[in-house]
């Protein structure tokens, strides 16, 4: 935190950044109570950005901070002993259930053009197939590349399955690929003739080689997405209502039902039966899934749900209609009762675990 603190004094971090990484180290504290975080971390923002001035002190000059964390620290056991007394009994059932743990391992797979399939976590590193004199190789850190150059084209599909790690691809023009859970991509060994065109299922993340002459298209649930080098991230299950295409860098054009819109950096296309345009949107968040985390700003609950059990892989029984929003920051390597805690602790909602499935109860 103290290190923290000094980046933003000189000037090396952004007042959004300082914010970000409070949030994160606020998170991490599992002291089990999330009312004293709601009220804490937004004061302890506003004491640095108060008493933090840039360029006037040195830091060890100011202690203030030291004051902060011991105060928070008594105000943890005040709280805590209050639990402790007056609320013995007062146990979350998903404290007593049995708990979903979140994937330790990519269990994603590679369909060749003649039905052969390539289990990745099984598969030793080095060269896993080749079509002329493209191959396709397993690196020691798990990534998938092509490398080699080849006329011949052949697709292949990539499939990472619910309650899989993130697994991304290094395709034939050097374009890598990032795949969430729940997500396939099929995609051919090599791009020849005027343009570079693959499909997905799900989400995924691209980052893609700039080619002037040959545009890069990557297609979904009946739209086109065209760009010649840029990253943006594509939101496309088949079992949500819509379509997001989330621009960090670059443009892209997006064709729908014959309608074309252009996107700039920081805007979010949602497309149903119309392409609509939301400007200077939280790009952190639309790709956290890619970076490690959860993060929800006022979505219910279904679709928090929706998003969580295709990282943890479990069915969800909806016994009661829930239409608050909440806002949710997680890591995605905790259990899924982290999660569900900081909903029933915002209040108005209960969750139960039964083997893999996750109940929702008023």
């Given amino acids: 935190m103290e290190e923290l603190i000094e980046q933003y004094r000189n000037g090396q971090i952004t007042k959004a950044q300082l914010e970000e990484g409070i949030k994160v180290y606020w998170d991490r504290m599992d002291f089990g109570a999330q009312e004293l975080k709601v009220y804490s971390r937004p004061g302890m923002l506003e004491a640095i950005l108060k008493q933090s001035k840039r360029n006037d002190a040195p830091i060890h000059k100011l202690p203030w901070w030291k004051y902060a964390a011991a105060a928070v620290f008594i105000a943890v056991m005040v709280f805590t002993g209050k639990q402790l007394m007056n609320n013995k009994k007062d146990l979350s059932a998903i404290t007593a259930k049995a708990d979903i743990k979140p994937p330790v391992t990519n269990r994603a797979m590679i369909t060749l053009a003649n039905g052969k399939t390539i289990y990745l976590d099984s598969a030793a590193n080095g060269s896993l197939a080749s079509v002329g004199n493209m191959e396709l190789v397993k690196l020691a850190d798990g990534k998938i590349i092509y490398k080699g150059s080849t006329q011949a084209i052949e697709y292949n599909t990539l499939t990472n399955p619910r309650g899989s790690k993130v697994i991304d691809i290094t395709l034939s023009d050097g374009s890598r690929i990032w795949l969430n859970a729940g997500s396939s991509l099929t995609y051919p060994t090599a791009f020849t003739g005027n343009k570079r065109q693959l499909t997905i299922k799900g989400e995924g993340y691209f980052k893609v080689a700039h080619n002037d002459k040959i545009p890069f298209i990557a297609s979904a649930k009946g739209t086109d997405v065209q760009v010649y080098g840029t990253e943006?991230?594509?939101?496309?299950?088949?079992?949500?209502?819509?379509?997001?295409?989330?621009?960090?860098?670059g443009s892209v054009s997006i064709t729908h039902n014959k309608e074309r819109r252009m996107l700039k950096p920081s805007e979010q296309a949602v497309i149903a039966n119309t392409i609509e345009l939301k400007t200077e949107v939280d790009t952190e968040a639309a790709t956290a899934w890619k970076n490690g985390t959860f993060s929800f700003s006022n979505q219910r609950v279904e679709e928090i749900l929706k998003q969580a059990a295709r990282w943890y892989d479990f069915d969800i029984v909806m016994e009661t209609k829930i239409n608050d929003g909440f806002n949710i920051y997680v890591g995605r390597d905790v259990p899924i009762s982290k999660l569900l805690k900081s909903m029933e602790t915002s209040g108005g909602v209960h969750f139960e675990i039964e083997g893999r499935k996750v109940i929702v109860k008023p």
């Fill in 232 to 249: 943006f991230n594509m939101k496309a299950y088949d079992d949500d209502a819509d379509m997001k295409v989330t621009l960090l860098q």
